[in-house]
């Protein structure tokens, strides 16, 4: 089970630090991404990080701002977002599955997602 949390309303430019705490063991293979989804809008992908190791993949438009890391001692995997912006609002939310590089940007290959917490980013 998934429990995010951390969203909240920023200004432009601020910054928001995500949680996704995951109770119970998260296999080796497992990725753990984060996804949002914007008013009328699919969701999309944001970022991904695999449980073992450290390789992280990010989608254009938040690479170089946010920053997605772990701490396998207390299995949570963060969502640092810096320099938001407008079109950073969205409900954001994490998810966890076994998958491949390839396939990982794919919300459809996570079975397992957290509640989705709520990030409004204002002009």
């Known amino acids: 089970q998934l429990q995010a949390s951390g969203g909240g309303l920023v200004q432009a430019g601020g910054s928001l630090r995500l949680s996704c705490a995951a109770s119970g063991r998260i296999f080796s293979n497992y990725f753990v991404a984060w996804f949002r989804q914007a008013p009328g809008k699919e969701r999309e992908f944001v970022a991904s990080?695999?449980?073992?190791?450290?390789?992280?993949d990010y989608a254009d438009s938040v690479k170089g701002r946010f920053t997605i890391s772990k701490d396998n001692a207390v299995n949570t995997v963060y969502l640092q977002m810096d320099g938001l912006q407008p079109e950073d609002t969205a409900v954001y939310y994490c998810?966890?599955?076994?998958?491949?590089?390839?396939?990982?940007?794919?919300?459809?290959?996570?079975?397992?997602w957290g509640q989705g917490t709520q990030v409004t980013v204002s002009s």
């Open positions: 998810a966890a599955d076994s998958t491949t590089w390839a396939r990982a940007r794919s919300s459809r290959r996570y079975t397992n």
């Open positions: 990080i695999m449980w073992s190791g450290t390789r992280t």
